[in-house]
């Protein structure tokens, strides 16, 4: 076994960078579904769009190819090379733009212009921190025009899910990597702090070929966990109005025992929005 490490947080895009935006691209070969919604908002709104913490443009790179303009702010270089590389093979580089930079401190110069913002897919967990997922918040709220509209998916981890956060190790699946044909093996370790919400998340990838030494990749994460309200209160904090809270893509109403938390906050000011 060759053990590479760990993720070290943002900076250059170096081999394991790019190894683990690879793996996080398999992490999601199974479609979260949430696509067809982003898809109804854009054409909603007429955009153009805002993506915070935009990855290697898994929602970013179809709103492109659907004849959107979009704008995606990520931190991370290896994962901004990725979604350069979607957005050229799915010749959508035209509409696509991409910015190398912290979304908690980003202000662009088409700030105020957006009719659409989105934080997708449980990214405003992975901030950590509460005042950091406000300045989110306010951030993307700053970004949209009068009467646009905000969306923010986050995962909510029922009774079972929290009473697995104990730091034992879990085998979360094995899959066969079509781009690097390597058998991959991923396994994760969570652990929940009660009083702040806060998951010490360490996930490890362990893949090669049958037989043969393995790689050994490892990613460390602190996320904090968000409850529906407390979503919508920063939401609310952000000076944005809060549409709906649903408890799933289709937009059906939040009740108990929903696995997601979907807000759609609007702007306030005069609307555009059909």
């Known amino acids: 076994m060759r053990d590479r490490g760990q993720h070290g947080g943002p900076g250059g895009a170096t081999d394991q960078g790019k190894e683990l935006a690879r793996l996080y691209d398999l992490d ?57 590389d979607r957005a050229s093979q799915a010749r959508a580089l035209d509409r696509l733009e991409l910015i190398e930079g912290d979304l908690l401190t980003a202000h662009l110069e088409k700030a105020g212009s957006f009719g659409l913002g989105i934080i997708a897919l449980n990214s405003l967990l992975l901030l950590g921190d509460r005042n950091d997922q406000a300045r989110a918040l306010r951030v993307l709220a700053n970004h949209l025009t009068p009467g646009g509209l905000a969306v923010v998916d986050v995962w909510l981890p029922d009774a079972d899910d929290l009473a697995r956060f104990d730091g034992r190790l879990i085998l979360e699946y094995t899959r066969d990597d079509p781009e690097s044909g390597n058998l991959v093996v991923k396994a994760a ?35 904090r966990l968000v409850g529906a309200d407390e979503l919508a209160a920063l939401a609310e904090a952000a000076g944005l109005v809060v549409e709906s809270l649903a408890g799933d893509y289709d937009l059906e109403p939040l009740r108990p025992g929903s696995e997601r938390a979907v807000l759609l906050a609007v702007k306030p000011g005069s609307s555009g929005l059909v």
């Open 28 to 84: 999601l070969l199974e479609d979260p579904g949430d696509l067809e919604l982003y898809v109804a908002l854009a054409r909603r709104t007429g955009g153009p769009i805002l993506e915070l913490g935009v990855g290697t443009g898994r929602v970013a790179v179809p709103l492109a190819e659907a004849g959107y303009e979009v704008t995606g702010v990520d931190i991370d270089p290896a994962m901004l090379a990725r979604a350069r």
């Open 189 to 223: 370790s969570a652990l929940h702090d009660a009083v702040t919400q806060r998951v010490r998340l360490t996930t490890v990838y362990e893949e090669g070929r049958q037989g043969a030494p393995a790689d050994r990749w490892v990613r460390r994460d602190h996320l």
